[in-house]
């Protein structure tokens, strides 16, 4: 079975903060997606790597980057953490480049700013 | 802007009973796929159905398309407490990034023993 694996399941982080969260999948995946999930808001993408070193924006980038070196491992950063980004933050992988394949999702990390 | 809009918002039924979920969207797509959630964990990919199929069964789930009317339907036979959980239809833009699901809101779903 595809494993994604997020490297904390819980996480609480001072204002200001620089926070990293780590996600790796161990099937050869080339796309890999960062979502985050809010109570009422459902699922939304905020970035998304379809190749080691590329990435595109989702639909809310903002305060958010990526990095992408290795195929099998793909790095949320928020530079300096806000109180809005208390989430929920789900990686997930698919299998190629065509259009729309089933994801495979990590546990998710709950992220909490004060 | 969300794509999928499932309804209702929140299920609540009996174990034994069968539980039906629907998903609507706005554009056109090249696929749709049901997810559950259990609570405050990842999601899991349950089906997949193609914008040329019309239903598709796994197990206990049998999924329906309706391009025409842009809506699909979940439906989960001999429901059980174990099935509780949150489901969520996400849908591929015909011609969209590669690989970009667009997430509804999600169903939630109580089976009582």
């Known amino acids: 079975d595809v494993k994604v694996t997020q490297s904390s399941r819980y996480l609480v982080k001072r204002t200001g903060e620089k926070v990293f969260l780590e996600c790796v999948q161990d099937?050869?995946?080339?796309?890999m997606f960062w979502y985050r999930q809010d109570p009422g808001l459902g699922l939304r993408l905020i970035y998304f790597?379809?190749?080691?070193?590329?990435?595109e924006k989702g639909d809310i980038p903002e305060g958010y980057s990526v990095s992408r070196e290795k195929k099998e491992r793909f790095s949320l950063i928020l530079e300096s953490a806000s109180t809005n980004q208390t989430s929920m933050y789900l990686c997930?992988?698919?299998?190629?480049?065509?259009?729309?394949?089933?994801?495979?999702f990590g546990s998710g990390t709950q992220l909490s700013v004060l | 802007s969300q794509q999928g809009e499932e309804d209702p918002q929140a299920l609540s039924i009996q174990e034994g009973e069968n539980a039906t979920m629907n998903c609507s969207y706005k554009?056109?797509?090249?696929?749709l796929q049901w997810y559950r959630q259990n609570s405050g964990r990842g999601l899991v990919h349950l089906i997949l159905?193609?914008?040329?199929?019309r239903e598709k069964h796994s197990g206990r789930l049998r999924v329906t398309l309706d391009t025409s009317k842009k809506s699909s339907s979940l439906l989960i036979t001999a429901s059980r407490a174990a099935d509780t959980a949150s489901y969520f239809c996400?849908?591929?833009?015909?011609?969209?990034?590669?690989?970009?699901?667009?997430f509804g809101k999600g169903t939630k779903l109580s089976v009582k023993p």
């Open positions: 159905i193609r914008s040329n199929e």
């Open positions: 996400a849908t591929g833009k015909y011609g969209g990034s590669q690989g970009n699901l667009i």
């Open positions: 554009t056109s797509i090249n696929n």
């Open positions: 099937m050869d995946h080339e796309n």
């Open positions: 997930a992988s698919s299998l190629s480049r065509r259009s729309n394949e089933k994801l495979f």
């Open positions: 790597s379809y190749d080691v070193k590329m990435k």
